[in-house]
């Protein structure tokens, strides 16, 4: 079955630069790569999500890159804030409406 | 238009008793899927189903847990003789599936926390 690992699992930044977060999977089957943000005690939200049939997609601050020959694809937040301080979780399934699969998650802290 | 609801939101069970966790997916949603999170860990698939049917249990442990979706009413979550190892926030997500796997997104609830004496 799929397994997604993520790097790095913190990951501390001052307010105003970039975070990036990295993600590999295992089946080449998988087709859709969504990005969840978990604060404490909430459920986790969709932020983004990439297919396999686009390189990189781009949500103002956010951004994802995929690069399916290597398995791999990244999360890129820019000018980051403090209310982006939350767990990160990467995801893989074959798609949209299967089973997603997910990362061990990043907890990022924005430093004010 | 609610979001996912689950309920209730902290359980407490001793062992051996029976844990019933409910979810109701938002409204025009006809996929549920049930997730398990420990502490400091990530998402972990259980179950996926649809109306009356159960499309992937891949993920859920062999003994004691069972999941339902019936026509009418809230999909539950129901885990017998809960042991300690069961404490863990339970996660429920919904889809509308419209037969478009382009615009098919996972909203999930806030979770039951579930606490095992």
């Known amino acids: 079955g799929e397994n997604v690992e993520q790097h790095p699992s913190t990951l501390s930044v001052q307010e105003g630069d970039s975070a990036v977060i990295k993600c590999t999977y295992s089946?080449?089957?998988?087709?859709?790569f969504p990005w969840y943000k978990q604060e404490l005690g909430k459920g986790p939200q969709l932020i983004i999500d990439i297919r396999s049939n686009v390189g990189e997609k781009k949500d103002q601050r956010i951004a994802v890159t995929l690069n399916k020959t290597a398995k791999h694809f990244s999360l890129h937040i820019t000018e980051t804030q403090p209310e982006d301080s939350a767990v990160y979780f990467c995801a893989a399934a074959e798609t949209s409406y299967d089973k997603v699969i997910f990362g061990p998650g990043t907890s990022l802290s924005v430093i004010p | 238009n609610a979001g996912v609801m689950q309920n209730p939101r902290h359980l407490v069970r001793r062992r051996g008793q029976e844990a019933r966790l409910r979810c109701s997916p938002m409204k025009g949603h006809s996929h549920v899927y049930w997730y398990r999170q420990l502490p400091e860990e990530g998402l972990k698939f259980m179950v996926y189903?649809?109306?009356?049917?159960?499309?992937?249990e891949s993920g859920m442990p062999k003994e004691r847990f069972s999941a339902e979706f019936p026509k009418e009413g809230p999909s539950i979550l129901r885990i017998q003789q809960v042991v300690r190892g069961d404490s863990a926030a339970y996660f429920c997500?919904?889809?509308?599936?419209?037969?478009?796997?382009?615009?098919?997104?996972?909203?999930f609830g806030s979770g039951t926390q579930l606490s095992v004496l």
């Open positions: 997500a919904s889809s509308p599936w419209q037969g478009d796997a382009t615009n098919e997104k996972l909203f």
């Open positions: 089946d080449s089957a998988s087709n859709y």
């Open positions: 189903l649809q109306k009356e049917n159960i499309i992937d």
